[in-house]
């Protein structure tokens, strides 16, 4: 898909051969970073950049900005044989990084002030390499932004050529196609031996075309062009037994049609729940849970950190997941995502928060267990805390009612023809 900018509405479908598409990247121009892109990511009509409006993939883009040399990463592509074009981006050996002020703030109150050093803050939430970082200083706050100074940090794109394309279509849902495609990512950083920036992990992500600052910066640009084969980035996810292998191939999907989030499943089996009737598709159920109206969301989204570690996917998750939580009040689900998007380490922006909630569109199998799961077991938060408690059962191997506890309060969900949905 091809775009004016970032702030783009109507992208388009853009179809080029490798070789053309490689050549946009022979020369780098002087202007600000801002400016035409591309986004892998395509669907056949025109309109909006959204994962849910995403269809196909055909490039896999690796963005590597903590410090990889330039030549092993080029060295390792041509040692496995892909065809790849190399380029590096804007920000290539800058010595400095901009990191949200919050982020900063809270790596000094949890952190013992022996080992408070930008250095290794860079390292923990920025995923910097040490050898960059190692005599990194804190130069200045600026509004909502950390500003460190370091030693020059390499920066730069890998763009790989797709043997097989992904296509959403292959798969039961957009759980699965994304659980899928970030799959391919990791395998292939791994391949690599190169730092992923995690935020840059979504379907539906856009990337620059070279630029620089200046005219000085032009003498550092970089742009190599592997020659090789395509990318079979199924086979490569098989071979490094990456999360997500088992579905990669679109195959996860229950027989009879049924569709488990793979972390709901996860849950359950870890929980000892026999859901062995509700996967082989008895009664058309869908195994779909979401959260009632009440207090506790707000309590547990208020509770709830919001730290760098999670990536673009995982907000856009917990927009679904909220939306399903309070169908009947998304003004107040909106509300409750804002506030929490407003505490984000990395830095905030009231815009992007807005854009996340709005872009979110179509279907998805995300729900209210999501937010459980991440209190639970991301967060290490305890659900009784605010109430919660999940206990589930079967009965006679048919599905049995799972129960939420709120409180002294019993609610129970059972069977149904729209589903099988678990109320707080």
């Known amino acids: 898909m ?6 783009e509405t109507k992208w388009r479908p853009a179809e080029v051969p490798w070789d053309v598409f490689c050549g946009n990247f ?3 121009k002087v202007g600000k970073k801002e400016g035409p892109a591309f986004a892998p990511g395509w669907s056949r009509t025109e309109g909006g950049r959204t994962s849910a409006r995403t269809e196909c993939i055909d490039m896999l883009v690796l963005d590597c900005d903590a410090g990889d040399p330039v030549d092993s990463a080029i060295k390792r592509l041509r040692e496995r044989g892909w065809a790849a074009v190399v380029y590096t981006t804007y920000s290539h050996l800058k010595t400095e990084t901009e990191v949200g002020k919050k982020a900063w703030e809270t790596w000094l109150k949890d952190h013992d002030s022996d080992v408070s050093t930008a250095g290794a803050f860079l390292v923990g939430a920025k995923k910097m390499h040490e050898h960059i970082v190692k005599d990194a200083k804190l130069v200045r706050i600026d509004k909502d932004k950390a500003i460190f100074s370091h030693k020059p940090c390499p920066r730069f794109r890998i763009v790989v050529l797709l043997k097989r394309p992904w296509r959403r279509s292959d798969y039961k849902g957009l759980a699965k196609a994304e659980t899928a495609w970030r799959a391919m990512l990791d395998a292939a950083t791994q391949a690599l031996e190169v730092q992923l920036d995690q935020n840059a992990r979504d379907l539906a992500r856009l990337f620059y075309f070279a630029r620089v600052p200046d005219g000085a910066a032009l003498a550092d640009y970089r742009c190599e062009v592997i020659e090789g084969e395509p990318l079979d980035a199924y086979a490569l996810v098989q071979a490094a037994g990456a999360s997500g292998a088992a579905d990669v191939n679109g195959s996860g999907a229950a027989a009879g049609g ?25 009664g058309g159920w869908d195994g779909v849970f979401a959260v009632a109206d009440y207090p506790g969301v707000r309590a547990l989204m208020a509770a709830m950190p919001n730290s760098t570690a999670r990536d673009r996917g995982q907000a856009v998750a917990v927009v679904y997941a909220l939306r399903r939580s309070l169908p009947e009040n998304p003004a107040m689900a909106e509300e409750i995502f804002l506030e929490w998007e407003s505490r984000y380490e990395g830095g905030s922006d009231p815009k992007e928060g807005k854009h996340l909630w709005d872009s979110a569109q179509g279907e998805s199998t995300t729900n209210g267990v999501k ?7 991301d967060c290490g938060m305890d659900l009784r805390d605010f109430g919660l408690e999940w206990v589930s059962g079967t009965r006679q ?20 023809r729209r589903g099988l949905q678990g109320r707080l």
């Open 2 to 7: 091809a775009g004016a900018d970032e702030k």
């Open 26 to 28: 022979a020369e780098s």
């Open 258 to 282: 049924i569709e488990f989030d793979p972390e709901i499943r996860a849950a359950m089996d870890a929980d000892g729940v026999d859901n062995s009737a509700l996967r082989a598709g008895i």
């Open 371 to 377: 937010l459980l799961l991440m209190a639970r077991d």
């Open 397 to 416: 191997g048919r599905p049995g009612r799972f129960w939420w506890l709120y409180g002294d309060r019993r609610r129970r969900s059972a069977p149904g």
